[in-house]
């Protein structure tokens, strides 16, 4: 079974420039995530979708951070403009959800962000 | 509101000792208690989960137990690798139309030989 596909798995950019990351979770799983993960603390939850609606965004900086899931499978995840704050790695997870009963997240590699 | 407290790392170790990460959560109701594994390098995994109060989860060696009365699950394991370095997470998940996770700050292992 294939895993969570994320890419590009790297990017260096400016300041104010913009970037985007995407995001393939497993066939069939009802629920994706982006977290950010900053050096030394733990995922810090961005967006949840559940199909191709969004169920959590509260701690999204819809200011500039934007993400969507067309058709309910792959998922993109903007930033615009980006700022030194924003270098940290985006976890994309996907999970089953059946129900919406607590389940395993399949986790992707990760997507290291630097903004210089 | 939720929130899961890690013990901070790291955590430096010889080979074959015994391990324990604490962890303690705050949630309202009844929530799932995830271990979450990254290894250098990787992305997390599941290292092991348990849904209800007094329920055991165990993998590759590594045991917790979900204490109600405690509102604990610390990871344990009886002699530890050099494999078993790597930054280990707890976690929440409560249900309710949809699931709901919280990630602790994360345990940074080592284990020398």
């Known amino acids: 079974e294939a895993g969570v596909a994320q890419s590009p798995r790297y990017k260096i950019i400016e300041k104010r420039q913009s970037v985007a990351f995407w995001c393939n979770p497993i066939?069939?799983?009802?629920?994706l995530y982006w977290y950010q993960q900053i050096l030394g603390q733990g995922p810090k939850l961005l967006i949840q979708?559940?199909?191709?609606?969004?169920?959590?965004d509260s701690q999204l900086p819809k200011d500039r951070f934007s993400a969507e899931r067309l058709k309910g499978v792959d998922s993109t995840l903007k930033i615009q403009p980006a700022k030194l704050e924003d270098s940290a790695v985006y976890l994309c997870?996907?999970?089953?959800?059946?129900?919406?009963?607590?389940?395993?997240?399949?986790f992707g590699p990760g997507t290291r962000l630097t903004v210089l | 509101g939720n929130s899961v407290t890690q013990m901070e790392g790291p955590v430096t170790l010889s080979e074959e000792a015994f391990l324990t990460i604490n962890c303690t959560y705050t949630?309202?109701?009844?929530?799932?208690l995830f271990w979450y594994v990254q290894y250098p390098g990787e992305g997390l995994q599941l290292l092991l989960k348990?849904?209800?109060?007094?329920d055991k989860g165990s993998n590759k060696g590594f045991e917790a137990t979900y204490r109600k009365e405690t509102t604990s699950f610390h990871l344990e394991k009886g002699s530890v690798q050099v494999s078993d370095s790597a930054v280990y997470f707890c976690?929440?998940?409560?249900?309710?139309?949809?699931?709901?996770?919280?990630f602790g700050i994360g345990t940074k292992l080592q284990v020398i030989p």
């Open positions: 348990a849904t209800k109060a007094d």
């Open positions: 979708f559940q199909n191709n609606g969004v169920v959590d």
């Open positions: 949630a309202t109701g009844y929530p799932s």
């Open positions: 066939s069939g799983h009802a629920t």
């Open positions: 976690a929440l998940s409560l249900s309710g139309g949809y699931q709901k996770v919280t």
């Open positions: 997870a996907s999970s089953l959800d059946i129900d919406g009963k607590a389940d395993t997240q399949y």
